[in-house]
């Protein structure tokens, strides 16, 4: 806890301490008795904070080298040594320490503890005072801890009583050989550096830096780890050129334009936003270097910002949106697949050569409606600001036949049954002969229960098909054979001629046209996942 208020309560009687625990929720407010307020609490968890009387029991700070004899060589007396392999009794029930005695002898050999974990220790730095530049103590401190030339490499100084960073400072200038620092839910009240030898550079081999749960705002070298600190924004730019990983998750960032100096890390590779109340995606300075970006539990809520991202995060790979308003939109993984060229990883799931093409082609079918129910240029034009990726699009895929309305639908009132099936037909070659079979089918069933019903109709092993939807319209393919389409001296073949030759040999992959399909992928999806029409062909084929 920390302490911010000593003095009277109106209505008590004696003095008080007004504290701020660590842990958030742990208190009964925020400061405030009767309406009166006597102090502020950091954290905005209305009830953090706690008044207690002076004379509550405390447990006295220790020293570094104390909390670390404490937590691996409690017997350097030899009274605890002694002690071991005595009988012990647990619930009446007697049992005796096997081994313990040369665990705790190896143990106690401080130089040769790589990894050395103090948390909880009531540790307030390298000695047990207060920090002082001036006291000769913490000079002595210093030289005490150096003597005993400890190899520590990861050192965690979690959940302590740590008030300043310069504590900090100089244990960790004795520690040539660090590499991780952890000092989560400390709570530190002066952030400088005021080393006692001029020579010492305390963190210059510290390549992993943990603050979680210190209200603070700190960079880090490589790797920074700034979680549950409440963070609204970055303002000025972190010192941290090196920087390749940021977790920032559990704060309350609501936008990226309020972290824009991390486009000034050129390394910075990694970052975690899971857990904010993000809401916007856009920024002034586009993070060139970010390829793994994690938005887990935001409330992002719109395609739109997908399509930003392209812009914000052009080498985004690894994307992940679970849990998100967005994420619970309707075919929310292939739209925001399609609106992202460069992601090969979405929500942890690889992405392959035919799931892309197969959600871009089905984001170009939804850009195709949108532009078929307008009329004017004003409102065309706004649609293909909205979808920025359009003309590259057509460029790889062609452009897609325009779609209209089926009459059939109009009149039709949302809410009812026929609103909410799908009219298909299946169709299969058994024994030579074409099968063909149709079925009303609610949108709401998933692939599995389709297959069902397909091995139903057809007497097919229903995990032994796959389900393909021929959607009628036509996409230009690559030449399998350039020589045979190219023209000759006697004159070519127009695309008119290609588009013919495509219709009377449909399974011809030299044509330059071939008819749209799309695989209906085993999972629990519902089918209006893929197919938003009132009708649709299907193509069953053996696996």
């Keep these: 806890m920390t302490v911010r208020y000593v003095g009277i309560v109106q209505g008590t009687g004696g003095a008080w301490l007004g504290v701020e625990w660590d842990l958030p929720g742990h208190g009964k407010h925020n400061g405030s008795h009767a309406d009166v307020k006597y102090f502020d609490c950091r954290s905005k968890v209305p009830n953090s904070g706690s008044f207690v009387r002076p004379s509550r029991p405390y447990d006295s700070p220790l020293s570094f080298l104390q909390a670390l004899r404490k937590k691996y060589a409690p017997s350097d007396d030899g009274e605890g040594l002694n002690n071991l392999g005595s009988p012990i009794s647990i619930d009446g029930k007697v049992v005796e320490e096997v081994g313990f005695k040369r665990v705790q002898h190896q143990l106690a050999k401080l130089h040769g503890l790589r990894v050395v974990l103090l948390d909880g220790l009531c540790l307030a730095g390298a000695q047990a005072e207060p920090w002082n530049e001036s006291h000769k103590a913490q000079q002595i401190s210093t030289h005490q801890i150096r003597d005993h030339n400890l190899k520590i490499v990861e050192l965690d100084l979690s959940r302590n009583v740590i008030e300043t960073w310069a504590e900090i400072a100089d244990i960790c200038s004795t520690l040539r050989s660090l590499r991780i620092l952890k000092v989560n839910g400390n709570r530190f009240h002066d952030l400088s550096i005021l080393t006692l030898e001029k020579n010492l550079v305390p963190f210059s081999d510290v390549r992993e830096l943990e603050l979680n749960e210190t209200l603070l705002t700190f960079p880090s070298l490589t790797s920074l780890s700034a979680a549950s600190n409440e963070i609204t924004a970055i303002t000025t730019p972190l010192p941290t050129p090196k920087l390749t990983s940021l977790i920032l998750a559990s704060n309350c960032i609501t936008s990226l334009a309020s972290i824009k100096p991390l486009a000034l890390l050129p390394h ?194 229903p995990l032994g098909c796959k389900l393909i939807w021929e959607m009628g319209e036509w996409d230009p393919v690559g030449r399998e054979d350039e020589d045979i389409w190219s023209c000759s001296e006697e004159g070519g073949e127009d695309d008119d001629q290609d588009r013919n030759r495509a219709e009377s040999d449909e399974g011809n992959s030299r044509g330059k046209w071939v008819k749209r399909e799309v695989e209906l992928v085993d999972g629990t999806k519902d089918v209006g996942f893929w197919i938003d029409r009132r009708e649709a062909r299907i193509r069953v084929e053996p696996r």
Excluded: M
Aim: charged share 20%.
């Design 268 to 461: 910075l590779a990694t970052l975690s936003l899971r857990s904010n109340p993000l809401i916007s995606v856009s920024c002034p300075e586009p993070l060139l270097s970010l390829t793994h970006l994690d938005l887990k539990s935001t409330l992002l809520g719109s395609f739109a910002a997908i399509s930003t991202l392209t812009w914000v995060c052009p080498a985004l790979v690894s994307l992940l949106i679970t849990n998100t308003p967005l994420s619970r939109l309707p075919s929310a993984f292939l739209l925001t697949l399609a609106r992202h060229p460069a992601l090969k990883s979405l929500n942890f799931s690889d992405v392959k050569p035919a799931e892309r093409q197969n959600a871009e082609l089905y984001y170009l079918s939804v850009i195709a409606l949108e532009l078929s129910e307008i009329s004017s240029q004003a409102d065309k034009n706004r649609i293909l600001t909205e979808h920025p990726r359009f003309p590259e699009l057509c460029a790889i895929h062609g452009e897609p036949t325009s779609l209209t309305k089926k009459d059939e639908s109009i009149g039709i009132a949302p809410g009812t049954f026929e609103a909410r099936v799908v009219e298909f037909t299946f169709y299969s070659i058994i024994d030579g002969n074409v099968v063909e079979k149709k079925k009303d089918i609610p949108r709401s069933f998933d692939v599995y229960r389709i297959k069902g019903i397909v091995g139903r109709l057809l007497g097919v092993r």
